[in-house]
């Protein structure tokens, strides 16, 4: 049996389907265990959460998308909703105002720790993963080299941190990272998904602000955006046909036409997705 588990932030799991819901039809079996906000920190340790429930083996396929350096995950066990994972994207983002004060930050923060941090967890899942000798690919949401910094400035993301070319010129001790993430593993890395969709941000969705005036981009990718990387990054990586199901097609056509309905409303376009939307529901999975 053919086993599909993918791993990552919003990028993954979002209000609308994403690259790993719209190739779910070539599996027998599958789990998205993506959910918005999660940092690098949290991405790694659902993976081996999944794994210490499923056993991973040598027929299964495993996408992790990483998301950003500048995140900070915490974990409670008992919470109302169940959902054990409380981080909320970026440290500076404006949902976790009043979580990281100044003194936390000034006593916690540290951005060249925070990215060890994140590719230590990096080199700790590929261990993982090449151990069970399963089919696994990676990719990001920015360039990981540049930290991120070609995230698009919004304020209230908070996901651009530094103006740094290249990290590892910055910090050549730091090379040998390089060398053992991405350097012999080469064939296992995916074009970064952010980057690809905001390529053309024409494609992008957008919806108008609270006052009902201004038209703000989400920068998750499209119906559009995810579908074109499924087809010309991923599926290729997996040697797959880049043909989506039919199911995958009508998804992105119905989603399409909500869009276009939707009157730039956020809130009407997510609702009418969740009602309207055939075989498909995002959930939260694991502790």
């Known amino acids: 049996m053919s086993r599909l588990f993918v791993f990552g932030c919003s990028f993954t799991n979002y209000a609308w389907p994403s690259y790993a819901d719209l190739i779910s039809d070539k599996f027998d079996y599958y ?15 659902r993976i081996a959460e999944c794994h210490a429930k499923n056993s991973f083996i040598e027929t299964d396929t495993i996408i ?29 983002n404006y949902l976790n105002e009043d979580t990281f004060d100044r003194k936390w930050i000034d006593t916690f923060w540290d951005e060249d720790a925070y990215f060890i941090h994140s590719i230590n967890s ?9 151990s069970c000798n399963c089919n696994w690919k990676m990719t990001t949401i920015a360039d990981i080299k540049k930290l991120g910094n070609d995230y698009p400035e919004v304020d209230a993301y908070g996901e651009r941190m530094t103006d740094t070319n290249n990290i590892w010129k910055k910090h050549p001790q730091l090379q040998m990272y390089k060398e053992m993430i991405f350097d012999k593993n ?8 952010g980057l690809y969709a905001w390529q053309d941000t024409s494609t992008s969705f957008k919806f108008r602000n609270a006052k009902g005036v201004n038209k703000w981009i989400d920068y998750h990718p499209s119906a559009i955006q995810h579908s074109n990387w499924t087809t010309k990054e991923l599926l290729p990586k997996l040697n797959l046909s880049q043909n989506l199901s039919n199911k995958a097609l009508e ?21 009418n997705i969740n009602t309207d939307l055939k075989d498909w529901s995002t959930s939260y999975r694991g502790f």
């Open 251 to 271: 998804w992105i056509d119905t989603i399409n036409n909500i869009y276009d309905n939707s009157r730039y409303n956020f809130d009407v376009f997510c609702e």
């Open 64 to 92: 992790v998308q990483w998301s950003s350096h500048i995140r900070h995950d915490w974990f409670k066990t008992s919470t109302p909703d169940n959902k054990a994972w409380q981080t909320r994207g970026s440290i500076f």
């Open 31 to 45: 789990e998205n265990w993506g959910w918005p906000g999660l940092g690098n920190r949290a991405i790694a340790e």
């Open 186 to 193: 080469l064939d296992n890395w995916i074009t970064p998904i």
């Open 122 to 130: 990096m080199l700790l899942t590929q261990g993982l993963l090449k």
